[in-house]
């Protein structure tokens, strides 16, 4: 198999699959398989990955179709800048085992009227940025179900490591000091349990195709007072790609994307904003630059979404990362 020679031998690092930090936009994200963009790996070893992810939440969205504004009582949010850096540790200790710690540190920017009056002037944009550590991942993946080690499952823990609830506060406009939906927090509260499944195969002498999938669901919350409580709603992400693969220096690829959430619960959530589903489009490129080192970058162009509420959306997102192994 194409994908345990060395040149492919490490795994990515921002999603085992696609599980989702926490969005401004509940159903938005980068939805990207660094997995699959970089390669499933059998090499036993260590690996440092580092990864860089722009998304920019400025169009607003209901159901299928971009509108102008929302109705009456309903907030009438600008736009949400998330600027995620993350650093993962991956460790194989066999061709059948392989373990992946993610450390996410989130940059946040959101603006928002508040609540839409037809009868008055847009008020002065509320505003914050907030700078720190998000929720880490630790995920576990077995590939030892076939002798070509190309299908493995995945069990992994989402971690309550990030400020979430009411920590991160409204900086500046008429609302200055109350805080941010909880959804726009680095961070759910929740402790969460991610399921997963990938599998890739040779389709011709320079094409292979990956496909995976995830499920993650919040089993324990630290909010969970009566008028104080907050779960972030499940998430399903299934993932497409085609690699190019005639050439071991650059890799051309091409992914599809899609993420389906369910809707957040408790008097913390806003719960007609977080439900949705979305696909995309993501091409990209991974290439070799050292022996030990592997870069790759890609946009993700939104080619559909079915969104409940009104929700601040995406035009593209950008990833770029690389990974060393030792």
């Known amino acids: 198999m194409r994908y345990s020679v060395k040149q492919m031998a490490f795994a990515g690092l921002l999603l085992s699959g696609a599980p989702l930090y926490s969005w401004g936009c509940a159903t938005c994200g980068c939805t990207l398989s ?13 690996r440092m990955n580092v990864e860089y992810d722009y998304l920019h939440q400025d169009q607003l969205r209901k ?29 194989s200790p066999n061709a059948d085992w392989n373990i992946d710690l993610k450390v996410p540190y989130v940059v946040r920017t959101h603006s928002t009227y508040g609540d839409f009056d037809p ?21 576990g993946s ?20 990030g400020r979430y609830g009411t920590a991160v506060q409204f900086n500046s406009g008429p609302n200055a000091g ?5 959804s726009l927090q680095p961070g759910t509260g929740s402790t969460d349990v ?19 999938g995830q499920f993650q669901n919040a089993v324990k919350e630290k909010m969970n007072q009566p008028g104080n409580d907050y779960r972030p709603g499940n998430s399903t992400t299934l993932s497409v790609g085609l690699r190019y693969e005639a050439s071991a220096a650059w890799v051309p690829q ?12 408790g008097a913390l959530a806003d719960v007609p904003d977080t439900v949705g589903t979305v696909a ?27 969104l409940d509420g009104y929700q601040v959306f995406p035009r593209f997102t950008i990833s770029v990362g690389a990974s060393y192994a030792f």
């Open 119 to 139: 009868n008055e002037p847009l008020p002065e944009l509320s505003t914050s940025r907030s700078s720190s550590l998000g929720d880490i991942k630790l995920i």
């Open 254 to 265: 091409l992914q599809l994307n899609l993420l389906h959430k369910s809707a957040d619960q």
């Open 178 to 182: 109350t805080a941010l939906d909880a």
């Open 63 to 91: 159901g299928t179709r971009a509108v102008s504004g929302v109705p009456e009582g309903n907030e009438l949010e600008h736009s949400t800048l998330n600027r995620y850096f993350t650093v993962g540790l991956n460790y």
């Open 142 to 161: 077995y590939q030892g179900l076939l002798p070509t080690h190309n299908l493995g499952v995945q069990l992994g823990v989402k971690l309550p490591t």
């Open 194 to 212: 991610i399921l997963g499944a990938y599998y890739y195969q040779a389709i011709s002498q320079d094409f292979d195709i990956v496909l995976n």
């Open 280 to 306: 995309y489009l993501s091409p990209g490129l991974t290439a070799r630059v050292l022996p030990n080192l592997h870069v790759f970058g890609f946009a993700q162009l939104p080619v559909y979404s079915n």
């Open 34 to 46: 660094a997995d699959a963009a970089m390669g499933y790996s059998t090499e036993a070893g260590w």
